[in-house]
């Protein structure tokens, strides 16, 4: 069947650019190799304000609102952010994906479920799954299939640089609705985190790249309750060299849009997948599609996040080299009030650069940052 644009994947990212060309009468199909939109959920559901607005989705979606963190290390020392008005919200990530869906679908758009895409051949994707084995023939192919991405392994594209693994639990457990609680040194390459859903109910998770299941097991450990829900995903960190090709576009995990700061991939991903639309159609209305064409969407994404996350896989880099004592020494410096201050007027889960820039030309901060830190961020300013 002849489609104007085909999306493979229908997360967030892949029903935010049906969404878009839909509405803009591209004939448009999106591909999802599950049966049922939203599952399996491999997200902490932590959303900042700007990424909630970013889905355009009903409250019914929400669980909880946060208004800060209490990060907590190993030893002991804790100190709270606390914002005082909400920051982010806990949302049930299923529900999100399938509101999103339902939008792009009211836009005009198709949906083929529990249909996988096998082959690339030309201009035609080869699937099988529910409706047999199809072809379906594309002008722009949108890849939106996460991180294992099985049309950039079709193409042979160069990947993300790094893959984290993750593993998360929802459990019964007291908690500070108001709160996240973040764990710095629970995982030596990245850190742990506990996410209150409810009253009494909490998400805990961990990520890193080595001895991940022990270091979660040991992490529970300290809660001493039963999980009520268990999973595991994978966190592609460090774009793509090049996020187009072969007619092609790129977009979320498949491109590792992912934060390196907190491991949060809707806001890019749906940004990611809107500019992708509007370049597709952009394409379909000149009638061209080759990689001059497609380039406009690598500078549409860039002149975007793109700093923000090349500043984001440095820290990432940084925080690889810190031992438990120096996050330690960091956690004490945060509780001074200029810093603290500073976090709550600048703190941003998308767009981190301001605060981090901020914060270097605190003098509170600046004596207790080694030189490893500050050459691994200060040219990016």
Same mark, same amino acid.
């Given at each position: 069947?002849p489609?104007d644009?085909i999306?493979v994947?229908a997360?967030?990212?892949?029903?935010a650019?049906?969404?878009t060309?839909? @509405?803009?009468? $591209?004939?448009?199909?999106?591909?999802?190799?599950?049966?049922?939109?939203?599952?399996?959920?491999?997200?902490?559901?932590? $959303?900042?304000?700007?990424a909630?607005?970013e889905?355009r989705?009903?409250d019914?979606?929400?669980?909880?609102? *946060?208004?800060?963190? !209490?990060?907590i290390? #190993?030893?002991g020392?804790?100190? &709270?952010?606390d914002?005082?008005?909400?920051?982010a *919200?806990?949302?049930?990530r299923?529900?999100?994906d399938?509101?999103?869906a339902k939008?792009?679908?009211?836009?005009?758009?198709d949906?083929r479920?529990?249909t996988?895409?096998?082959r690339?051949?030309g201009?035609?994707?080869?699937?099988?799954?529910?409706?047999? /084995?199809?072809?379906?023939?594309?002008?722009i192919l949108?890849a939106?299939? %996460?991180?294992?991405?099985?049309i950039a392994?079709?193409f042979g594209?160069?990947?993300?640089k790094?893959?984290l693994?993750?593993i998360? @639990?929802?459990? &019964?457990h007291?908690?500070?609705?108001?709160?996240?609680? +973040?764990?710095?040194d629970a995982?030596?390459e990245?850190?742990?985190? #506990?996410i209150p859903?409810?009253?009494g109910r909490? !998400? *805990?998770?961990?990520? %890193?790249?080595?001895? *991940?299941? =022990?270091?979660?097991d040991?992490?529970m450990k300290?809660?001493q309750?039963s999980?009520?829900?268990?999973?595991?995903?994978t966190l592609?960190l %460090?774009l793509?060299?090049r996020?187009?090709? /072969?007619k092609?576009?790129?977009v %979320?995990d498949a491109?590792?849009?992912a934060k390196?700061? #907190?491991g949060?991939g809707v806001?890019?991903?749906i940004?990611?997948g809107r /500019?992708?639309?509007?370049t597709?159609i952009?394409?379909?209305e000149?009638?061209t599609?080759?990689?001059k064409? &497609?380039a406009?969407?690598?500078q549409r994404w860039?002149?975007?996040?793109g700093r923000? $996350?090349?500043?984001?896989?440095r $820290?990432f880099?940084?925080?690889?080299?810190l031992?438990k004592?120096?996050? =330690?020494?960091i956690?004490?410096? +945060?509780?001074?009030?200029?810093i603290?201050a @500073?976090?709550?007027? /600048?703190?941003d889960?998308?767009r981190?650069?301001k605060l +981090?820039?901020?914060?270097l030309?605190?003098? @509170?901060m +600046?004596?207790l940052?080694k030189?490893l830190?500050?050459?691994?961020?200060?040219?990016f300013?």
């Amino acid at each position: 069947m002849p489609h104007d644009v085909i999306i493979v994947g229908a997360g967030p990212a892949g029903s935010a650019a049906a969404q878009t060309c839909a @509405a803009q009468g $591209l004939s448009t199909l999106c591909i999802e190799e599950h049966g049922t939109i939203g599952y399996p959920v491999q997200c902490a559901g932590l $959303l900042s304000n700007a990424a909630f607005a970013e889905c355009r989705i009903t409250d019914r979606t929400v669980l909880n609102r *946060v208004s800060g963190a !209490r990060v907590i290390t #190993s030893s002991g020392s804790e100190c &709270l952010i606390d914002a005082k008005v909400q920051k982010a *919200v806990v949302v049930d990530r299923a529900s999100v994906d399938r509101e999103m869906a339902k939008a792009a679908a009211d836009a005009g758009a198709d949906y083929r479920l529990k249909t996988s895409v096998y082959r690339v051949k030309g201009n035609t994707v080869l699937t099988r799954g529910a409706y047999g /084995h199809e072809k379906h023939t594309f002008k722009i192919l949108i890849a939106a299939d %996460g991180p294992r991405s099985t049309i950039a392994r079709h193409f042979g594209m160069e990947r993300a640089k790094v893959y984290l693994s993750g593993i998360q @639990a929802d459990i &019964l457990h007291d908690c500070d609705p108001r709160f996240v609680e +973040i764990y710095p040194d629970a995982s030596p390459e990245f850190f742990a985190w #506990s996410i209150p859903t409810a009253p009494g109910r909490i !998400r *805990v998770g961990l990520c %890193g790249q080595t001895l *991940v299941k =022990e270091q979660f097991d040991t992490l529970m450990k300290t809660f001493q309750t039963s999980t009520t829900h268990l999973v595991t995903g994978t966190l592609p960190l %460090g774009l793509m060299p090049r996020t187009y090709g /072969h007619k092609t576009l790129f977009v %979320g995990d498949a491109a590792g849009f992912a934060k390196p700061t #907190s491991g949060g991939g809707v806001y890019t991903g749906i940004r990611s997948g809107r /500019h992708a639309a509007l370049t597709a159609i952009k394409c379909c209305e000149r009638g061209t599609f080759d990689d001059k064409a &497609l380039a406009e969407y690598e500078q549409r994404w860039q002149a975007d996040f793109g700093r923000e $996350l090349d500043l984001g896989f440095r $820290l990432f880099g940084v925080r690889q080299k810190l031992h438990k004592e120096e996050l =330690e020494m960091i956690v004490q410096a +945060i509780k001074e009030p200029s810093i603290l201050a @500073a976090i709550v007027e /600048h703190g941003d889960m998308d767009r981190p650069g301001k605060l +981090i820039k901020n914060l270097l030309l605190n003098p @509170a901060m +600046i004596p207790l940052l080694k030189p490893l830190i500050l050459s691994g961020i200060r040219s990016f300013f």
